[in-house]
């Protein structure tokens, strides 16, 4: 049985040699792994945090989650991969990796911002049977807060638990359907890892 971990960010193309991205670098999810080991783990990175990557953007993540459920062996899911919330376009042009490259010349331009759609519903919805791991990250939100938008997450994707992390407070949960962790980073990782132990 295997526990598929994701991590890094996306890039969602916009023009040639511009996009919008949602900036991550592979940190959380390489120590997990490390800590898991390859006899149980499998890391999928994206480009951002791996150069060697194939998956830059969040169709390229979307597609290695197909594949990672619909493998049998497949027993968890950490999505700690940072997905880039919206996709950009500027006037009428298709934005694509290699559609039309703006000018600076050209002057201020505006861009019209549309939401992505969400992958971690995905996970439940095709294998319920999958234990997953959702992360939820705030800037300066109250532990209230973290929990609000954790258990709200928990309520629209069904994820067994949730990492809930906030970049400016810098305080961490461990969300559950019914209960919670709370306390330093490191601590919380502790707790995950024998929640995925446990699979095992």
């Known amino acids: 049985m295997t526990i598929h971990i994701f991590g890094g960010g996306t890039v969602q193309h916009v023009r040639n040699h511009m996009g919008l991205c949602a900036p991550a670098y592979g940190t959380t999810a390489r120590n997990l792994f490390d800590l898991l080991g390859p006899n149980i783990a499998r890391l999928h990175l994206t480009r951002m945090a791996d ?46 990796k290699y559609a039309q490259r703006l000018s600076s010349r050209e ?56 990492f809930a992390n906030d970049t400016v407070t810098r305080h961490n949960l461990l969300v559950f359907p019914d209960g919670l962790y709370m306390g330093e980073r490191e601590g919380m990782l502790d707790e995950l890892l024998k929640e995925l132990r446990r699979l095992a």
């Open 51 to 96: 150069y060697q990557s194939s998956m830059e953007t969040n169709e390229d993540v979307a597609a290695r989650l197909q594949e990672v459920l619909a493998d049998p062996a497949t027993r968890a899911v950490v999505f700690n991969v940072a997905l880039c919330d919206y996709e950009g376009k500027i006037g009428d042009i298709e934005s694509g």
């Open 107 to 162: 002057g201020a331009q505006a861009m019209t911002l549309t939401p992505t759609r969400k992958l971690l519903q995905l996970v439940k919805a095709t294998r319920p049977d999958v234990f997953l791991v959702g992360f939820k990250t705030t800037a300066n939100a109250s532990t209230r807060e973290q929990h609000r938008l954790s258990l709200r997450q928990i309520d629209e994707t069904a994820a067994d638990v949730v």
